[in-house]
């Protein structure tokens, strides 16, 4: 807590007068480009690994960025949050882009391999059900890059298996199938401080460096 005090008052006194006029403006309305759903671990933060600022993405952070499925009347059959956020980022903001970014050594993902939680955690239990297809495709499917420990493969399996969860919302599936609304899912290695975008061509994750970046861009580019 000691940190938390003294980082708002370094923020009021060294950050705040930056991004004052940003605030301003955002007040009364939030504009932002893309939802991204990413995990609850502390070493993930989004704004600093995109270089965003305030206003450009609507966050939604859970215990191993799952998104449970909805049911073909498209509620949820998990977490009303998950599907609220979902709901008002697409109908509400009308964001473009949904992102789903899973990361390495990720605890979801080994208690997921480890095929046990605690005996005090039953939400936890329940909750990570919804990776639980991820695990069926790497035991019987097999990983898509097999040089990563086991749970690093799982959790990038997982990352493919959320964005087919956000596809059975119809207020989702309706907006790709009309090219208003894009879905990409990135992984992030802690250790090395890279992120990688999953490519269909290739069926792998490929970090985004300059070279994919310009790729990435110009996909966008010729969609418009």
């Given at each position: 807590m000691e940190k938390l005090i003294e980082g708002i008052v370094e923020f009021r006194e060294q950050m705040l007068p930056e991004h004052a006029q940003r605030f301003k403006d955002l007040a009364l309305e939030q504009v932002p480009d893309a939802l991204f759903i990413t995990c609850s671990d502390s070493r993930v933060v989004p704004d600093l690994l995109v270089s965003t600022r305030?206003?450009?993405?609507?966050?939604?952070?859970?215990?191993?960025?799952?998104?449970?499925p909805a049911t073909a009347e498209g509620a949820s059959t998990g977490d009303l949050s998950?599907?609220?956020?979902?709901?008002?980022?697409?109908?509400?903001?009308?964001?473009?882009?949904?992102?789903?970014?899973?990361?390495?050594?990720?605890?979801a993902m080994k208690a997921v391999i480890a095929g046990?939680?605690?005996?005090?955690?039953?939400?936890l239990a329940r909750w990570l059900h919804h990776a639980h297809t991820a695990s069926f495709r790497l035991e019987h499917e097999g990983a898509l890059d097999d040089r990563l420990k086991p749970h690093?493969?799982?959790?990038?399996?997982?990352?493919?298996?959320?964005?087919?969860?956000?596809?059975?919302?119809?207020?989702?599936?309706?907006?790709?199938?009309?090219?208003?609304?894009?879905?990409s899912g990135w992984w992030f290695d802690i250790a090395s401080g890279s992120m990688y975008a999953y490519e269909r061509a290739?069926?792998?994750?490929?970090?985004?460096?300059?070279?994919?970046a310009d790729r990435l861009l110009a996909r966008l580019a010729a969609a418009r």
């Open positions: 305030p206003g450009d993405l609507f966050t939604m952070r859970n215990v191993g960025n799952l998104v449970p998950e599907a609220s956020a979902i709901e008002y980022s697409v109908l509400v903001l009308k964001v473009s882009d949904i992102v789903v970014c899973g990361h390495s050594e990720c605890g046990e939680v605690r005996a005090d955690t039953p939400n690093d493969q799982l959790s990038q399996l997982n990352v493919l298996v959320q964005l087919e969860h956000l596809m059975s919302y119809p207020v989702v599936r309706t907006r790709v199938l009309a090219g208003t609304l894009r879905l290739s069926r792998r994750f490929e970090i985004i460096d300059r070279s994919l």
